[in-house]
T-cell receptor, first 116, second 116 residues
C-alpha cells in the first residue's frame, strides 16, 4: 500500500531555532502533499497545500514566512518552522495522495515538536 | 469554504453498547465523507468512508450513514470494545476526485471512552 514517511518523529530544541520536517512518499509519486498541525486535544488543522514545482497554498491565518514549504520533487515535501518559539510546539502531520481509489490521503506518522 | 461540525466532543459508553457520532457539513457539493480514528500520538487511520451516491455503508461493527438533504453523516459503532477507545474525526473534502489530491477538512473530533 501507499506509504508516507515523515522525519523526524520528534524534535526538542531551543527557542529561535529553525526546524525542518521531511515528508516522503515512499512508493508513489505525489504532486500534492498537505501539512497539518494538531495541538493537544484538538483537531487536525490544515496549514498548507504543498505543490510540486510551485509555491505552496497556505490556509488563512498561517504565516507563510514562518512556515516555509518546499516541494522540490514528486516524493518529497519539507516544512521548515523558522525561528521557532514555544507557541509553535505542536504535532505536525503531513499527508499525500497517490491518486488511486483506495483513500484520499495517506498520513505520515507525525512530528512532535517541542520548543523550550 | 467547507465547514464541518462534529458532536459530541466526548462520549463514554459501556462496553458492548453502541456509540454514535454525528457530523454536519456546509458545502452541498461535497461528495466523499471519511471517518478517521486517531490514537494518542499517532497518525489518523481511515476506518470507513462513504460516497455521496450511497446512503449507508457497513464494515463489521462500524457503519456510516449519510443524509445529503440534511447535509449530515454519522458513524455508528456497535458492540463496542476497549480497543475502540480513541479520538474519532469526521472529514469532508470540498470536492473529491481520485485523479487529483483534495484537501480534507476535519471535524473537531470526538473522544470515545469505553467503560469496562
Amino acid at each position: 500500500g501507499a506509504v508516507v514517511s515523515q522525519h523526524p518523529s520528534w524534535v526538542i530544541c531551543k527557542s529561535g531555532t529553525s526546524v525542518k520536517i521531511e515528508c516522503r512518499s515512499l512508493d508513489f509519486q505525489a504532486t500534492t502533499m498537505f501539512w497539518y498541525r494538531q495541538f493537544p486535544k484538538q483537531s487536525l488543522m490544515l496549514m498548507a497545500t504543498s505543490n510540486e514545482g510551485s509555491k505552496a497554498t497556505y490556509e488563512q491565518g498561517v504565516e507563510k514566512d514562518k512556515f516555509l514549504i518546499n516541494h522540490a520533487s514528486l516524493t518529497l515535501s519539507t516544512l521548515t518552522v523558522t525561528s521557532a518559539h514555544p507557541e509553535d510546539s505542536s504535532f505536525y502531520i503531513c499527508s499525500a495522495s497517490p491518486g488511486t481509489a483506495d483513500q484520499p490521503q495517506h498520513f505520515g506518522d507525525g512530528t512532535r515538536l517541542s520548543i523550550l | 469554504g467547507e465547514n464541518v461540525e462534529q458532536h459530541p466532543s466526548t462520549l463514554s459508553v459501556q462496553e458492548g453498547d453502541s456509540a454514535v457520532i454525528k457530523c454536519t457539513y456546509s458545502d452541498s457539493a461535497s461528495n466523499y465523507f471519511p471517518w478517521y480514528k486517531q490514537e494518542l500520538g499517532k497518525r489518523p487511520q481511515l476506518i470507513i468512508d462513504i460516497r455521496s451516491n450511497v446512503g449507508e455503508k457497513k464494515d463489521q461493527r462500524i457503519a456510516v450513514t449519510l443524509n445529503k438533504t440534511a447535509k449530515h453523516f454519522s458513524l455508528h459503532i456497535t458492540e463496542t470494545q476497549p480497543e475502540d477507545s480513541a479520538v474519532y474525526f469526521c472529514a469532508a473534502p470540498p470536492i473529491f476526485e481520485y485523479s487529483s489530491a483534495s484537501k480534507i477538512i476535519f471535524g473537531s473530533g470526538t473522544r470515545l471512552s469505553i467503560r469496562p
